[in-house]
């Protein structure tokens, strides 16, 4: 018994509680704007209003504080806000009791400036190794609105967000790690800090960029085809050996059909015989070798010669058939011959061997 009443006891203190510190749903006060974003150091104006009949409202504030009035609209001014922790309410005496609403302020400050580092190290990069880069923010707030962007050029290749719930202003770090490779050589990094602050806070975001490092990555030639066929015609023949290298490669040639050394990336000419010619691009950290095979190619003038020439062997090829055909007959014809007068001379009869001779060859 002793326990339900004292449970009872608890939950109308509680109640009462929560509506003398405003927590109802029913407290008819209308704040406008409902929220705001404001830069630490500028001014900030809020209405406070009730469409009811209360016995007086007012703000309670560390700065710009209203005392309690009957008017149904009453301001909140701050004409230079530099309190960082502020929570200003409205309240109101309602109905024989006291209800009050927060305003969700964000008080914001950008950077004091924004640079970008290597850690420990200076100087050219070597392929395939890990380095560092670091991105400094100096008195930034809140810290949970910044995000930080990273660009390799104009591409974004990363970005880094914070949980912290501080409202000051902070200095906070970044890093991104990478892998240097020959597609770095040149590249230019940099970071960008920005205040995502909603809806509410400046659009488009605010950003401060830092200065851009540019890197450098020395590597060897690489060709990425080592073998190139090329069909020679009427015109000229280009064999093109250049290949990004840092330092510049330099070029060599090497072929049974040159006749005196070739330095340069690229060979030109319409009196180069067909063959192997084999390039080798160098510089200091390795060199690289590609082969290029020079064919023949059948030219439009050789195909046009074909189909003209075409007829005139086809007539040789059916004048040497029937050449062989007639020989052959007449071959044949011979033998009869032959072996008639042989039969006729053999019976003893020789004027008859004569005529069948001639009428045979009649």
């Not at 001014?77 to 200003?88: G, Y």
């Not at 070029?251 to 000419?269: G, I, N, P, T």
């Not at 030219?299 to 004048?319: N, R």
């Not at 052959?328 to 004027?351: L, N, P």
């Amino acid at each position: 018994m002793l326990q339900s009443l004292f449970g009872l006891f608890y939950l109308s203190a509680l109640s009462q509680l929560v509506t003398l510190t405003g927590i109802q749903a029913t407290c008819p006060i209308k704040l406008n704007p409902p929220s705001v974003v404001v830069e630490y150091g500028s001014s900030v104006s809020v209405d406070c209003s009730t469409d009811v009949t209360h016995d007086g409202m007012g703000w309670e504030a560390p700065e710009g504080s209203v005392p309690m009035t009957k008017a149904k609209l009453i301001s909140w001014k701050v004409s230079n806000l530099r309190q960082w922790e502020i929570k200003p309410q409205c309240y109101m005496h309602y109905d024989k009791k006291q209800c009050s609403t927060f305003l969700p302020i964000t008080i914001y400050k950008t950077p004091d400036s924004v640079f970008i580092s290597t850690v420990d190290h200076r100087g050219p990069m070597t392929e395939g190794s890990w380095y560092e880069f670091q991105c400094v923010i100096i008195n930034v707030a809140p810290v949970k609105n910044l995000i930080v962007k990273w660009f390799k050029g104009e591409t974004e290749v990363y970005n880094e967000t914070f949980n912290d719930t501080i409202k000051t202003p902070v200095t906070k770090t970044s890093t991104l790690e990478i892998t240097a490779n020959r597609s770095d050589d040149g590249a230019q990094y940099r970071c960008e800090a920005e205040l995502e602050l909603g809806a509410d806070g400046p659009q488009p975001p605010l950003k401060m960029k830092s200065k851009s490092i540019q890197i450098t990555v020395p590597y060897s030639p690489q060709h990425i085809n080592l073998v190139e066929i090329i069909k020679k015609t009427d015109g000229d023949v280009t064999l093109n050996c250049k290949v990004a290298a840092n330092p510049p490669a330099i070029y060599s040639w090497s072929s049974e059909h040159l006749k005196e050394m070739k330095s340069s990336a690229v060979l030109s000419s319409s009196t180069l015989t067909p063959g192997n010619y084999t390039c080798t691009a160098t510089n200091p950290l390795g060199e690289s070798k590609k082969v290029f095979i020079v064919n023949f190619a059948g030219s439009l003038h050789t195909f046009m010669g074909f189909l003209i020439f075409l007829p005139l062997l086809v007539a040789l090829g059916i004048i040497m058939s029937l050449v062989h055909t007639c020989l052959t007959r007449a071959i044949e014809e011979k033998s009869c011959e032959t072996q008639v007068r042989v039969v006729a001379y053999a019976k003893g009869d020789q004027s008859k061997g004569t005529e069948i001779e001639r009428n045979v060859r009649k």
